[in-house]
């Protein structure tokens, strides 16, 4: 898998667990792209202590839709096995839900992707590779 994909994954561990994570992908034309340029997209869910992971993957002509979609596996279960806390679903663990979150159902992982990398993200997740 890429080194890339690990590299970028890292969430914010001072994050609140009961909110989750949010597993970003970045866009590019599965050409181009890197995770550095979607940062900006973390700051509001940050803001909710909820953590974010930009993840980054094989951009073509390095890699395939194959090699992508394998780089965000790697990627989810680097973070299941570095923040096991934050990719929790809701029903797993203990909380006491305010009102004022009782329709924001962020616990767990919450998949998130731009452009192609949404593409690869729904790829992965219909390959079953992110369900398990």
Known sequence: ANANANANANANAEADSSRGLVF???GGAWGSGMPWM???IAKPFLEARIAV???GYRTFPDGN????MD?????AKMLHTKFPHLCQRR???DVD???QDQDQDWAGVNLIGHSSGAHIAMMTLVEGSLLT
Not at 65 to 68: A, L, N, P, T, W
Not at 71 to 75: R, V
Request: glycine letters at 0%; proline letters at 0%.
């Open 38 to 40: 979607y940062r900006l």
């Open 71 to 75: 780089d965000l596996e790697a990627a």
């Open 24 to 26: 970003f992908v970045h």
């Open 97 to 99: 839900v305010t009102e």
């Open 91 to 93: 029903a797993d663990v």
């Open 65 to 68: 839709v194959q090699d992508q």
């Open 53 to 55: 992971a930009v993840v």
